[in-house]
């Protein structure tokens, strides 16, 4: 049987608008190309566990809309079963407006809709088993902290991808094995006003999350790799040199991929290794779930 990854997240109906360059304030733009496709962190991380060999269960909640069809839809091709996701009356399936520029940069809105739903998320967390548990916080803070109590009782080790930064959310860090987060998210959570510079200034603003002993922080750095910083140490892993194609679900490529490694086993600076290039592959492809790559991909990388 395949070894499983539990994954507590998200659902969105991605639109990405690609343009020259990002709107500032006030302005408005025209853009060359328009499209949708799925997205919304717990769907691309489940896809990219799921493309890298890992059986998936997904718990999130979509609304009773043409969007929710779509996504359960991407779930199925995928391989991933849809029973724990919730189909609820009174909230719309999560939309993100996502701009991307020339250059692969990108700004997003999320309307979370479904996915801030809290009762019917906790409802469906109850006796699943995993080695792994990951989630982000584009869900409700209540059903991670059930979702990690569930992965403390099934003896299970738990990822939390701090994405979005939302400060409430240290709450659960006593309750998470791995943080996982940009430098931007690093920044917000440690209330430094920009993102630290070299790995001494980022290791120092790691530690300071740092509520347990036993945690590792894992900072993700675009273009320049990933930070791994515990108790005993820091160290950097660099990403390969990629031409950038489109940078959404980069990170989301990267926590799926880790989980996938860390489920099968693997020691956590290899999981990092092979998520770095996993996410690579990603930021080549255009979409964010579209853009996972799959286990022969990476290997061939
Ligand atoms: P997020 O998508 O959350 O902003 P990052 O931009 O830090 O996250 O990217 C996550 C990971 O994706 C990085 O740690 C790296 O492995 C990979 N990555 C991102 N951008 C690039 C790039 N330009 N070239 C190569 N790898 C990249
Ligand atoms: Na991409």
Sequence with gaps: MAVTVAILGSLNLDVV????????????????DVRSGPGGKGLNQAVAARRAGCAVILIGAVGRDANGVTLLG?????????????RLDDAPTGLAHIMVDRGGE???????????????LRSLIDGIEAPVFLAQ????????????????????RTILNAAPAIPAASALFEDSDILILNEHELAQFSGASRPASDEAAIAEAARSL?????????VTLGARGTQIIDATGSRRIPA????????????????GVLAASLARGA?????VGRANLAASLAVQRSGAAAAMPTAAEIDAA
């Design 240 to 255: 390969r040199m990629v031409t950038v194609t489109d940078t959404t679900g980069a990170g989301d490529c990267f926590c």
């Design 74 to 86: 991407t779930l199925e091709q995928e391989g991933i079963d849809p029973d724990r996701i919730a």
């Design 137 to 156: 916080l584009e869900v409700g803070l209540a059903p991670i902290k059930a979702f990690f109590a569930q992965a403390r009782r099934a003896g299970s």
């Design 17 to 32: 608008f690609s343009c020259d360059s990002l709107p500032a304030p006030g302005e408005t733009i025209l853009c060359s």
């Design 210 to 218: 740092m509520v347990r002993d036993d945690q590792a922080i894992i």
């Design 106 to 120: 990108n700004s997003i809105v999320v309307a979370s809709g479904a996915n801030k739903a809290d009762f019917p």
């Design 267 to 271: 020691a956590l600076a290899d999981a």
